[in-house]
Protein backbone atom coordinates (compact mmCIF):
# COMPACT_ATOMS: atom_id res chain seq x y z
CA UNK A 1 0.00 0.00 0.00
CA UNK A 2 1.46 3.61 -0.75
CA UNK A 3 2.16 5.54 2.69
CA UNK A 4 3.54 9.09 2.36
CA UNK A 5 5.56 9.91 6.15
CA UNK A 6 5.96 13.38 7.21
CA UNK A 7 8.25 14.50 9.91
CA UNK A 8 8.47 15.86 12.18
CA UNK A 9 4.61 16.81 13.08
CA UNK A 10 5.23 20.13 14.56
CA UNK A 11 8.73 22.16 14.32
CA UNK A 12 9.39 25.59 16.38
CA UNK A 13 12.11 27.36 14.86
CA UNK A 14 13.12 31.19 16.02
CA UNK A 15 13.29 34.09 12.99
CA UNK A 16 16.35 33.35 10.54
CA UNK A 17 16.92 29.87 11.70
CA UNK A 18 16.60 27.36 8.94
CA UNK A 19 15.50 24.17 9.03
CA UNK A 20 13.81 21.04 6.71
CA UNK A 21 11.13 19.11 6.55
CA UNK A 22 10.83 15.29 5.23
CA UNK A 23 8.05 14.15 3.39
CA UNK A 24 9.39 9.98 2.72
CA UNK A 25 6.94 7.35 0.50
CA UNK A 26 6.37 4.25 -0.49
CA UNK A 27 5.13 3.54 -3.64
CA UNK A 28 5.32 0.98 -6.40
CA UNK A 29 6.54 4.36 -8.54
CA UNK A 30 6.22 8.17 -8.84
CA UNK A 31 4.37 10.30 -11.43
CA UNK A 32 5.10 12.93 -9.28
CA UNK A 33 5.44 14.88 -5.77
CA UNK A 34 3.81 18.03 -4.88
CA UNK A 35 4.24 20.26 -2.02
CA UNK A 36 1.80 22.61 -0.85
CA UNK A 37 1.39 24.83 2.36
CA UNK A 38 -1.98 25.60 4.31
CA UNK A 39 -2.93 28.34 6.66
CA UNK A 40 -5.14 27.71 9.23
CA UNK A 41 -8.54 27.77 8.01
CA UNK A 42 -8.00 27.62 4.14
CA UNK A 43 -7.19 25.54 1.48
CA UNK A 44 -3.93 23.97 0.33
CA UNK A 45 -1.53 26.73 -1.96
CA UNK A 46 0.36 24.94 -4.64
CA UNK A 47 4.30 25.60 -3.85
CA UNK A 48 5.84 22.85 -6.41
CA UNK A 49 5.71 19.71 -8.32
CA UNK A 50 9.05 17.32 -7.91
CA UNK A 51 8.58 14.36 -11.07
CA UNK A 52 12.19 12.44 -10.39
CA UNK A 53 15.15 11.83 -8.49
CA UNK A 54 17.43 14.80 -8.45
CA UNK A 55 15.31 17.29 -9.19
CA UNK A 56 15.36 20.61 -7.08
CA UNK A 57 13.22 23.37 -7.20
CA UNK A 58 13.09 27.05 -5.12
CA UNK A 59 10.77 29.61 -4.84
CA UNK A 60 12.03 32.49 -2.19
CA UNK A 61 13.24 30.92 0.69
CA UNK A 62 11.85 27.45 0.44
CA UNK A 63 13.45 24.80 -1.46
CA UNK A 64 12.07 21.63 -2.61
CA UNK A 65 14.62 18.66 -3.14
CA UNK A 66 13.60 14.78 -4.43
CA UNK A 67 15.73 11.31 -3.94
CA UNK A 68 13.53 7.90 -4.95
CA UNK A 69 12.44 7.53 -1.44
CA UNK A 70 11.61 10.89 0.20
CA UNK A 71 11.54 14.72 -0.63
CA UNK A 72 12.95 17.60 1.95
CA UNK A 73 11.72 21.46 1.95
CA UNK A 74 14.33 23.78 2.78
CA UNK A 75 13.67 26.65 4.71
CA UNK A 76 16.03 29.16 5.00
CA UNK A 77 16.24 31.77 7.42
CA UNK A 78 12.18 31.83 7.92
CA UNK A 79 10.11 34.76 8.72
CA UNK A 80 7.03 34.54 10.85
CA UNK A 81 4.77 34.64 7.51
CA UNK A 82 6.18 31.15 6.96
CA UNK A 83 4.58 29.86 9.71
CA UNK A 84 1.63 27.56 8.18
CA UNK A 85 1.53 23.34 7.80
CA UNK A 86 3.37 21.68 4.64
CA UNK A 87 1.50 19.38 2.94
CA UNK A 88 3.20 17.18 0.97
CA UNK A 89 1.43 14.89 -2.20
CA UNK A 90 2.49 11.93 -3.91
CA UNK A 91 0.85 10.93 -7.03
CA UNK A 92 2.07 7.07 -7.25
CA UNK A 93 1.74 4.84 -10.45
CA UNK A 94 -0.61 2.41 -10.88
CA UNK A 95 -2.92 4.63 -8.96
CA UNK A 96 -5.54 5.61 -10.98
CA UNK A 97 -4.56 8.58 -13.25
CA UNK A 98 -5.94 11.29 -10.75
CA UNK A 99 -5.74 10.02 -6.97
CA UNK A 100 -3.23 11.72 -4.59
CA UNK A 101 -1.81 9.98 -1.47
CA UNK A 102 -1.32 12.65 1.50
CA UNK A 103 0.75 13.22 4.21
CA UNK A 104 -0.39 14.54 7.20
CA UNK A 105 1.18 17.55 7.32
CA UNK A 106 4.08 19.41 9.51
CA UNK A 107 3.27 22.66 11.35
CA UNK A 108 5.70 25.13 11.21
CA UNK A 109 5.60 27.86 13.83
CA UNK A 110 8.29 30.33 13.08
CA UNK A 111 8.70 33.26 16.35
CA UNK A 112 9.85 36.44 15.98
CA UNK B 1 -6.55 35.70 -11.69
CA UNK B 2 -7.42 32.09 -12.69
CA UNK B 3 -9.23 30.63 -9.30
CA UNK B 4 -10.87 27.97 -7.60
CA UNK B 5 -14.17 29.58 -6.26
CA UNK B 6 -16.43 28.16 -3.24
CA UNK B 7 -19.15 29.49 -1.74
CA UNK B 8 -20.24 29.68 1.11
CA UNK B 9 -17.08 29.77 3.10
CA UNK B 10 -18.43 28.68 6.44
CA UNK B 11 -21.85 26.40 6.00
CA UNK B 12 -23.77 25.95 9.77
CA UNK B 13 -26.49 23.27 9.00
CA UNK B 14 -28.55 21.19 11.71
CA UNK B 15 -28.31 17.45 12.49
CA UNK B 16 -29.90 16.03 9.32
CA UNK B 17 -30.97 18.89 7.22
CA UNK B 18 -29.28 18.21 3.69
CA UNK B 19 -26.79 21.31 2.38
CA UNK B 20 -25.25 22.05 -0.42
CA UNK B 21 -21.94 23.15 -0.94
CA UNK B 22 -20.73 24.89 -4.47
CA UNK B 23 -17.54 25.48 -6.48
CA UNK B 24 -16.97 27.17 -9.35
CA UNK B 25 -13.38 27.59 -11.36
CA UNK B 26 -12.00 29.99 -14.17
CA UNK B 27 -8.99 27.46 -14.85
CA UNK B 28 -10.87 25.37 -17.65
CA UNK B 29 -9.68 22.40 -16.11
CA UNK B 30 -10.96 18.98 -16.79
CA UNK B 31 -10.89 17.74 -13.35
CA UNK B 32 -12.52 18.78 -10.68
CA UNK B 33 -12.66 16.93 -7.40
CA UNK B 34 -14.23 17.23 -3.78
CA UNK B 35 -11.82 16.38 -0.55
CA UNK B 36 -13.26 16.36 3.20
CA UNK B 37 -10.63 17.50 6.07
CA UNK B 38 -10.90 17.12 9.48
CA UNK B 39 -9.01 19.03 11.86
CA UNK B 40 -5.31 18.09 11.91
CA UNK B 41 -5.55 15.30 9.36
CA UNK B 42 -4.45 14.91 5.66
CA UNK B 43 -7.27 15.96 2.64
CA UNK B 44 -9.20 12.68 1.90
CA UNK B 45 -11.05 12.27 -2.03
CA UNK B 46 -14.40 11.42 -1.53
CA UNK B 47 -14.91 11.89 -5.24
CA UNK B 48 -13.75 13.43 -8.46
CA UNK B 49 -15.27 14.50 -12.22
CA UNK B 50 -13.22 13.50 -15.31
CA UNK B 51 -15.44 16.44 -17.72
CA UNK B 52 -19.07 14.69 -16.81
CA UNK B 53 -17.38 11.45 -15.76
CA UNK B 54 -17.92 10.79 -11.98
CA UNK B 55 -15.55 8.85 -10.00
CA UNK B 56 -16.33 7.97 -6.23
CA UNK B 57 -14.35 6.38 -3.67
CA UNK B 58 -14.92 3.05 -2.53
CA UNK B 59 -15.23 4.21 1.22
CA UNK B 60 -17.40 7.87 0.22
CA UNK B 61 -20.46 7.44 2.09
CA UNK B 62 -23.86 7.38 0.26
CA UNK B 63 -24.76 10.23 1.94
CA UNK B 64 -22.05 11.99 0.02
CA UNK B 65 -23.31 13.46 -3.68
CA UNK B 66 -21.96 15.41 -6.53
CA UNK B 67 -23.24 17.24 -9.57
CA UNK B 68 -21.46 18.75 -12.28
CA UNK B 69 -23.62 20.40 -14.83
CA UNK B 70 -20.84 22.15 -16.79
CA UNK B 71 -17.04 22.75 -16.49
CA UNK B 72 -16.99 25.48 -14.25
CA UNK B 73 -19.28 24.29 -11.70
CA UNK B 74 -19.25 21.16 -9.17
CA UNK B 75 -21.41 20.66 -6.30
CA UNK B 76 -21.66 18.83 -3.27
CA UNK B 77 -24.24 17.35 -1.48
CA UNK B 78 -24.69 15.61 1.92
CA UNK B 79 -28.26 14.58 2.20
CA UNK B 80 -28.27 14.31 5.88
CA UNK B 81 -25.52 15.37 7.36
CA UNK B 82 -24.05 13.77 10.91
CA UNK B 83 -21.83 15.35 13.78
CA UNK B 84 -19.30 13.14 12.19
CA UNK B 85 -19.85 15.24 9.26
CA UNK B 86 -18.42 18.42 10.71
CA UNK B 87 -15.32 19.32 8.53
CA UNK B 88 -13.45 21.51 6.20
CA UNK B 89 -14.68 20.36 2.28
CA UNK B 90 -11.85 21.43 -0.54
CA UNK B 91 -12.59 21.40 -4.15
CA UNK B 92 -9.91 21.12 -6.36
CA UNK B 93 -9.41 21.35 -10.39
CA UNK B 94 -6.50 19.69 -12.45
CA UNK B 95 -5.70 19.33 -16.09
CA UNK B 96 -5.01 16.12 -17.24
CA UNK B 97 -3.25 14.00 -15.81
CA UNK B 98 -2.58 11.85 -19.39
CA UNK B 99 -1.27 8.39 -19.30
CA UNK B 100 1.38 7.79 -16.69
CA UNK B 101 1.42 11.55 -15.50
CA UNK B 102 0.35 13.94 -13.34
CA UNK B 103 -0.48 17.38 -13.38
CA UNK B 104 -1.07 19.64 -10.38
CA UNK B 105 -4.20 20.04 -8.44
CA UNK B 106 -5.36 23.41 -7.47
CA UNK B 107 -7.69 23.88 -4.20
CA UNK B 108 -9.87 26.33 -3.43
CA UNK B 109 -10.35 28.38 0.10
CA UNK B 110 -12.41 25.20 1.32
CA UNK B 111 -16.22 25.48 3.51
CA UNK B 112 -16.11 25.04 7.06
CA UNK B 113 -19.11 22.93 7.58
CA UNK B 114 -20.63 23.33 11.41
CA UNK B 115 -23.27 20.53 12.30
CA UNK B 116 -25.83 21.48 15.37
Redesign the interface.
Known sequence: EDQVTQSPEALRLQEGESSSLNCSYTVSGL??L?W?RQDP??????LF?L?SAGEEKEKERLKATLTKKESFLHITAPKPEDSATY?C?V?P?GS?????S????TTVTVRA | DAM?I?NPRYQVTQFGKPVTLSCSQTLNHN?M?WYQQKS????K?LF?Y?DKDF?N?ADTPDNFQSRRPNTSFCFLDIRSPGLGDAA?Y?C?T?GL?G????D???????T?LTVL
Open positions: RGFYGKGPEFTYLAHKNDYKLFGAG | VQVYSQAPLHYNEMLASAVGGTTQYFGPGR
